[in-house]
């Protein structure tokens, strides 16, 4: 089954806007991390939410968690073209060393 | 900062051979994995690797894979007959686990199977 999928699959913005991005996922989960991969690159890890938590900021991040609706968006605020990239949420159910399984991520382009 | 390594960055080789995918996970990390990524696709897990042995495996990862740690630093994946459809970009990933499970990628080895 699909753990994590984004929304949208792809989002085009202006640079100074806001760009969010949603993901949901279907089983229970003790975090939720965020991640972004520049095209053929790696990927780097942005921001982790624990399942008790219901927001998390870093920077021009924000992070919400709902698990009752088991959904999170990931908020990039006042965007610049270096943001364009891909970005995937990816699911940890075990939190001790236990795989992540990442959604089909949202390819977002900042124009400049 | 401490980041994971891994070579070569782009590997081609012909149906049928073995490969050998090299990573450096961060030195103090306790967990080790791999991932793939078949171009255009969601990144997938294939094995973790805790205590010198494999904790959890995907169903991808079949006989044809193995990992090992030959020695306090390296960790590697071999497939041994490569297939087409083994064409892909491989991510190593390690992860310390103190109260949270934030994994460091490498890079990633592109493997261009003919």
């Known amino acids: 089954s699909q753990q994590g999928e984004e929304d949208p699959q792809a989002l085009s913005i202006q640079e100074g806007e806001n760009a969010t991005m949603n993901c949901s996922y279907k089983t229970s989960i003790n975090n939720l991390q965020w991640y972004r991969q520049n095209s053929g690159r790696g990927l780097v890890h942005l921001i982790l939410?624990?399942?008790?938590?219901r927001e998390k900021h870093s920077g021009r991040l924000r992070v919400t968690l709902d698990t009752s609706k088991k959904s999170s968006s990931l908020l990039i605020t006042a965007s610049r073209a270096a943001d364009t990239a891909s970005y995937f949420c990816?699911?940890?159910?075990?939190?001790?060393?236990?795989?992540?399984?990442f959604g089909q991520g949202t390819e977002l382009s900042v124009k400049p | 900062e401490p980041e994971v390594t891994q070579t070569p960055s782009h590997q081609v080789t012909q149906m049928g051979q073995e490969v050998i995918l090299r990573c450096v996970p961060i030195?103090?990390?306790?967990?080790f994995y791999w991932y793939r990524q078949i171009l255009g696709q969601k990144v997938e897990f294939l094995v973790s690797f805790y205590n010198n042995e494999i904790s959890e495996k995907s169903e991808i990862f079949d006989d044809q894979f193995s990992v090992e740690r030959p020695d306090g630093s390296n960790f590697t994946l071999k497939i041994r007959s490569t297939k087409l459809e083994d064409s892909a970009m491989y991510f190593c990933?390690?992860?310390?686990?103190?109260?949270?499970?934030?994994?460091?990628f490498g890079p990633g080895t592109r493997l261009t199977v003919l």
């Open positions: 990816a699911t940890d159910a075990n939190n001790q060393g236990g795989k992540l399984i």
């Open positions: 030195s103090n990390h306790l967990y």
């Open positions: 990933a390690s992860s310390d686990w103190r109260g949270s499970n934030e994994q460091f």
């Open positions: 939410i624990r399942s008790n938590e």
